[in-house]
């Protein structure tokens, strides 16, 4: 486990060096949460019908996309991860000593809760100040917020599983483009970040729970808003272990699978 | 034909210590020194030389070169080349100027080399006759011709550079001003573009100002050199003279079968003797290299001589350490 | 202008020359934004309406925006991925060559694979022009067109901003960002929806106003007085492409004397 640990601290003070990156990305991240608010205040101000979530759990939501981007985004890519793939370097990694799959589950982990770590609280602070319906409050009850950390930390592990992955895939394709691509785009819908689960039709939200996306972001987001219920929430844990044990076993199988291949490609 | 005087410059660098602490820290209060990178720099360079510009890394040769090409500003003094100020006249002026930084590339990656120069011929505006012609001189004098429909990610670094020096001649600049043109070149590669160099310069008179590394370079092509360090020149003169006045002293190599007495001539050092081979290191001053080889015949039974100069490279050792660079 | 096409033909055969990545990405282009705009349908099945306008309007200005921002990515990308010029110093190469640096800067690079998003919006574009009630006119016709020319003024007006803040800083140009996709993804709104701030900034300082709500207002008849004002706004917007080009040179400048 030490490896892992170290390796995790090198990345994240690799992480907090490039500040003034931080700083834009959290100007550039509070913009896209106003404007996406404005959009949904639009909308909601034409219709007097009530919504399955409210404008203001929505304002939630919203926030919390926004802060925790970079933990939920499958195109967060990690060049130097598939320039080491494509180019067969990968071969060096393979002398040291610890396994492969885990190696890079903590090295991905790390660069998402590094690059999070600068940018979320200080996007909620702001957005806390702000008036109504815009502003970021507390959650409802402590449980919910046990709740919500759970689940978040849950769909963390859970997206890096899911983008494992798409890096095993370029082992096949020797390319990071498509697959990344059509992950991103399909993954990022179905996450519901591009239109909130609730108010999605029926039909497309029976497809969205069926899938894993939603519950790296969605279900936390919703769970920390008050809009999902203790009851929903705790058997949402479950499906989301679940689906957490199908992917990490899928995962290093097929990684070991790929390896074999790289080993006789290499030669 | 260039005529530089005074110029200065100087640049604002950043101060950074290690840790977070003080990244946050110049964050918010960012601290600057200044590094005075050219200090009173004059020069003047006619028509037809090659000027063989050195000095160690930092010494400030880019500086100059950028400041003579145009793209950067002194702080003050003046330039002037074929009566143009660079900076102030940039267009114009670079018309007449080739540059070929040895590091970095003006082609296009991923392009065939004729691609490239088709779109710098464009570029320049060069009139369709002229083109064709240094087209045509050009790949038969530097042997592109099997090369021209390449990739430019395909070639090998000697015949990207060979393309990278024809790149830069397509507009018959007047001037060309190379950049570590040899840098990381096997020694056929290294000996075409010399001879190239040469070639050019002799034949349509091309003003050559070429920094390098590489002292063999300075030897074989550079008629005069400029040496700087530490934003000032410290040195300017013919290389000949150079040589004669740092090559106080010549090498004698001598491969003998026996050994009548031994060696001692009062003023000659010893540098080595093993394996039946002997080397001396005789000052020119006191002694006539004929002399002492006559000398040893008679002392030896002599198989095989050679007298060597002292080195260029070091040479210019010595003069880095004598001006503490 | 030549050399600018020349420039062009010679990169798109270098782009070729990753047929399989080019392929994929511009499919990619093609999908990114469409589920964005299958999006904008869905709340449409939801909510009746947003501020008074309907699904097709704003389909109509989707199709709008995003046509100029493609075109805008594709043909001033070297601007927008400036950083890397100056990053490896060829930047320097640049300023050896006898013609201008925004010419130069605009031939680096041209991403060609935008063709998907443009044909996303050109798809987006027929499809709000068969719904929508509108009374066409070749007045109208123009005005549509001058805001899609405006809009790609506009965005490479910002995209040159963005590339002469690298004079300065290489880190944190995240904020550009702003700009060109949160600008893009306002707009594609009719601006009047949002709060009366966001709506002024980008109308009197960043000009999305003159291609966006104005016009709109013109081609859906919602208008009193004189059309023809309305008709010419778009124009105004082409404006904002003379201070980002002052800017620049002011950059270049900067450039020249730091050499950094």
């Known amino acids: 486990m030490k490896p892992y640990i170290s390796l995790f601290k090198m990345r994240v003070l690799k992480g907090l060096q490039y500040k003034t990156a931080a700083i834009a990305g959290i100007l550039t991240q509070f913009f896209w949460g106003i404007m996406y608010i404005m959009i949904f205040e639009a909308f909601y101000s034409s219709t007097t019908n009530p919504q399955p979530i409210s404008l203001v759990e929505l304002a939630q939501v919203v926030w919390l996309q926004q802060s925790f981007l970079v933990f939920i985004m499958l195109w967060f890519r990690d060049n130097e991860l598939i320039t080491q793939i494509t180019s067969g370097q990968i071969a060096y990694e393979l002398c040291r000593p610890m396994n492969l799959y885990s190696f890079w589950y903590a090295k991905l982990i790390a660069q998402r809760l590094s690059a999070a770590m600068l940018r979320c609280l200080p996007i909620l602070l702001v957005a806390s100040l702000l008036p109504e319906p815009y502003r970021f409050s507390l959650p409802p009850d402590l449980i919910t917020f046990l709740l919500f950390i759970v689940t978040l930390f849950l769909g963390l592990l859970l997206i890096v599983s899911i983008s494992m992955m798409i890096y095993i895939s370029i082992f096949y394709t020797m390319s990071g483009t498509g697959s990344l691509l059509i992950f991103g785009v399909f993954g990022e819908f179905f996450a519901g970040m591009l239109i909130p689960v609730p108010l999605m039709p029926d039909a497309l939200r029976r497809v969205v729970y069926l899938l894993p996306f939603r519950y790296a972001s969605d279900l936390p987001f919703r769970i920390y808003a008050g809009n999902i219920g203790t009851r929903e929430a705790i058997i949402s844990i479950g499906v989301q272990i679940l689906w957490l044990s199908v992917l990490v076993l899928i995962g290093r199988m097929w990684i070991k699978n790929a390896l074999r291949r790289v080993v006789i490609q290499g030669g | ?325 | 202008m030549k050399l600018y096409f020349k420039y062009m033909s010679v990169l798109l055969r270098s782009q070729m020359a990753y047929r399989a990545s080019f392929i994929l990405l511009s499919i990619g282009q093609f999908f990114v934004p469409f589920l964005a705009f299958i999006s904008i349908v869905l709340f449409f099945q939801r909510f009746p309406s947003v501020v008074g306008w309907s699904l097709y309007q704003v389909a109509l200005c989707y199709s709008v925006v995003h046509m100029a921002f493609a075109i805008s990515e594709c043909c001033v990308r070297g601007f927008d991925s400036f950083s890397s010029l100056i990053v490896n110093g060829d930047f320097d190469r640049i300023l050896v060559r006898p013609r201008s640096t925004v010419l130069q800067v605009l031939g680096s690079k041209f991403e060609f694979t935008r063709v998907g998003r443009l044909t996303q919006s050109l798809v987006v574009l027929i499809y709000a022009l068969i719904n929508l009630d509108v009374q066409w006119s070749p007045y109208k016709l123009l005005t549509l067109l001058f805001m899609i020319i405006s809009g790609v003024f506009i965005f490479s007006g910002i995209y040159i901003l963005g590339a002469t803040l690298c004079f300065w800083t290489v880190e944190g140009l995240e904020v550009v960002n702003i700009l060109t996709d949160g600008g893009r993804e306002m707009a594609q709104y009719p601006l009047n929806i949002y709060k009366d701030w966001m709506r002024k900034f980008f109308t009197f300082v960043i000009p999305f106003g003159t291609i966006n709500y104005l016009p709109l207002m013109f081609i859906f008849d919602k208008t009193e007085g004189n059309s023809l004002v309305y008709m010419l706004i778009p124009l105004v917007g082409i404006l904002f492409i003379i201070p980002c080009l002052m800017i620049w040179g002011f950059g270049v400048k900067q450039y020249q004397s730091t050499g950094s």
């Open chain 2, 1 to 325: 034909m260039i005529e530089v005087q005074s110029l200065c410059k100087s640049f604002k660098v950043s101060k950074r210590k290690a840790g977070i602490g003080a990244a946050i820290g110049s964050f918010f209060n960012p601290q600057y020194r200044t590094v005075e990178a050219l200090k009173n720099i004059s020069f003047t360079i006619g028509e037809g030389e090659i000027v063989g510009y050195i000095g160690p890394n930092g010494a400030g040769k880019s500086t100059t070169i950028k400041v003579m090409s145009g793209i950067l500003v002194p702080d003050s003094g003046r330039c002037n080349i074929q009566e143009i100020t660079p900076w102030k006249n940039r267009i114009n002026h670079v018309k007449n100027i080739g540059v070929v930084f040895g590091q970095r590339s003006q082609l296009w990656w991923d392009l065939p080399v004729l691609d490239s120069f088709n779109l710098l011929k464009d570029i320049y505006k060069v009139p369709e006759k002229e083109y064709q012609n240094n087209l045509d001189l050009l790949t038969a004098t530097l042997d592109l011709s099997d090369i021209m429909t390449t990739p430019v990610r395909q070639l090998s670094l000697g015949q990207r550079m060979r393309c990278e020096i024809a790149a830069s001649l397509l507009h018959s600049p007047k001037i060309l001003f190379l950049d570590e043109p040899t840098i990381g070149l096997d020694a056929i590669s290294k000996i075409a573009v010399r001879n190239f160099i040469k070639t050019i310069n002799k034949e349509k008179k091309v003003t050559v100002i070429l920094t390098t590394h590489d002292m063999n370079d300075i030897d074989t092509l550079a008629e005069r050199i400029i040496l700087i360090g530490k934003g000032q020149i410290l040195l300017d003169g013919a290389l000949t003279e150079l040589k004669r006045k740092f090559a106080t002293h010549k090498t004698i190599t001598v491969d003998y079968s026996e050994l009548y007495s031994d060696i001692n001539i009062e003023g000659i050092r010893i540098l080595s003797q093993e394996n039946q081979r002997l080397s001396l290191s005789v000052p020119l001053d006191r002694f006539n290299v004929s002399e002492v080889i006559g000398q040893l015949s008679q002392q030896m039974e002599i198989m095989d001589v050679s007298v060597e100069n002292r080195p260029i490279e070091e040479i210019i050792v010595d003069l880095y350490k004598e001006h503490q660079l």
